[in-house]
């Protein structure tokens, strides 16, 4: 912000409001001090040529608007101020008109009664600007009506005194106009920016609860088709003792933790092309081939997993966790379904069997290791080292042929 605009924002009480406001009120402020600066140039010049009788109503037109700022500066009433200083330019445009003898002796000077519906627009008061336009038409035929019935007696400007005028009237008056739009501009640009830059922050938060191609076509459709999948790969994570740490660490302390630990994951996942669903409580859960089909789900899968562990040994080893955390890991392979449910808060997540077989994975799994079935190791075993543990009875599942990735695999 600008000093001039950091002053009239402290000096006039409405630092603390928003952009829009603040540009709203600072424009009326200047719209006042233009004003006053253009009626000591008429006072200037009608005392050059030395007609100070027609002085007294540019000079009252001054001192009101002196008062008018006086008045918001004092009270901070900004809706009252707006009108004062619009409702001036009505009254003394058309007496300004009237007491220099008319349309031609007074250069014109009742065209300044359009500048407060052009002000109420920019300031964005609609209902006001209609008003003060409807005064403006009034002006103009009071002006009109005025120098048709007493204008008899009219009072000459020698002709380059009245050019004089026509050029200041027109010259003052189309600058405020200029000023009034050009704010206006300015305004609507640094609102546009605003709103782009809201819509990048809704975009972005977007991006962070739903996979890319599904944010997309959410925002073009209103909807996102629920998907079946042939074959996908689960990572169902959980940390080993999470209840019992949890009772020796602080609430801060243990969301600190865990965020520092997600934190990595997240990024994990970003690099094995691998989607996080969510996280529940303690437990990660993410999955490979969505929403975009992959031949190596699998194998991302366990790549991710391994990285998983790495980073839980390195980040425990910092020592910069007061009560380092084991993960259980459980992945299995096989036909899901994916869709986003909700109305205001969205969810992207995954339903079928595979993910209950994953949480067994997981449950019948031992701290450090990385647990798979064997829908998994078959897709997986051309590459990764691992070391059959036998047919292990899984609630509601039954008997299921469960391996241990090695974890010096590749």
């Not at 050029?167 to 009034?180: H, P, Y």
């Not at 070391?387 to 391996?403: D, F, H, Q």
Request: include cysteine; glycine fraction near 8%.
């Amino acid at each position: 912000m600008s000093p001039w605009n950091n002053f009239l924002s402290n000096a006039f009480g409405f630092s603390e409001e928003s952009p829009e406001e603040q540009t709203q009120k600072r424009i009326s402020i200047e719209l006042a001090v233009f004003a006053f600066i253009s009626g000591i140039g008429y006072n200037l010049i009608y005392g050059y040529l030395i007609y100070p009788e027609k002085n007294y109503v540019s000079i009252a037109s001054l001192v009101f608007f002196i008062l008018a700022i006086a008045f918001y500066f004092f009270t901070k009433n900004y809706q009252a101020y707006k009108i004062i200083i619009l409702s001036i330019f009505i009254v003394f445009g058309l007496i300004a008109q009237i007491s220099l003898g008319g349309f031609v002796d007074g250069s014109g000077v009742v065209l300044c009664t359009i500048l407060p519906a052009l002000g109420a627009l920019i300031f964005g008061d609609f209902k006001l600007a209609r008003i003060f336009f409807y005064l403006f038409i009034v002006a103009c035929i009071a002006a009109g009506a005025w120098e048709y019935l007493y204008g008899t007696e009219v009072y000459r400007f020698p002709k380059y005194i009245s050019l004089i005028f026509f050029v200041a009237n027109f010259v003052s008056i189309g600058a405020i106009c200029f000023f009034l739009i050009q704010s206006f501009y300015l305004k609507m640009t640094e609102s546009q920016k605003q709103l782009n830059l809201e819509k990048e922050k809704s975009e972005s938060l977007l991006l962070n609860i739903l996979p890319p191609s599904i944010s997309e076509e959410l925002k073009n459709g209103g909807e996102a088709k629920a998907r079946g999948y042939a074959s996908a790969t689960v990572i169902f994570v959980d940390i080993v003792g999470f209840s019992k740490m949890s009772k020796l660490l602080t609430p801060g302390e243990l969301v600190l933790q865990l965020d520092t630990y997600f934190r990595v994951f997240d990024d994990i996942m970003e690099k094995h092309n691998v989607e996080k669903i969510k996280t529940i409580g303690d437990a990660y859960l993410a999955v490979a081939g969505i929403p975009e089909e992959s031949f190596t789900h699998a194998s991302d899968a366990v790549a991710a997993a391994l990285d998983m562990q790495k980073s839980v040994a390195i980040i425990n080893k910092q020592g910069i966790i007061r009560q380092p955390f084991q993960l259980r890991i459980g992945v299995h392979s096989g036909p899901l379904i994916t869709g986003v449910v909700g109305k205001k808060k969205f969810t992207y997540d995954i339903w079928g069997d595979t993910v209950n077989i994953a949480a067994r994975m997981e449950q019948h799994g031992e701290s450090g290791q990385i647990n798979i079935s064997e829908s998994t190791f078959n897709l997986i075993q051309h590459k990764y080292k691992c070391t059959p543990r036998g047919k292990i009875s899984a609630k509601n599942v039954g008997e299921l042929e469960m391996y241990f990735v090695e974890k010096n695999s590749p």
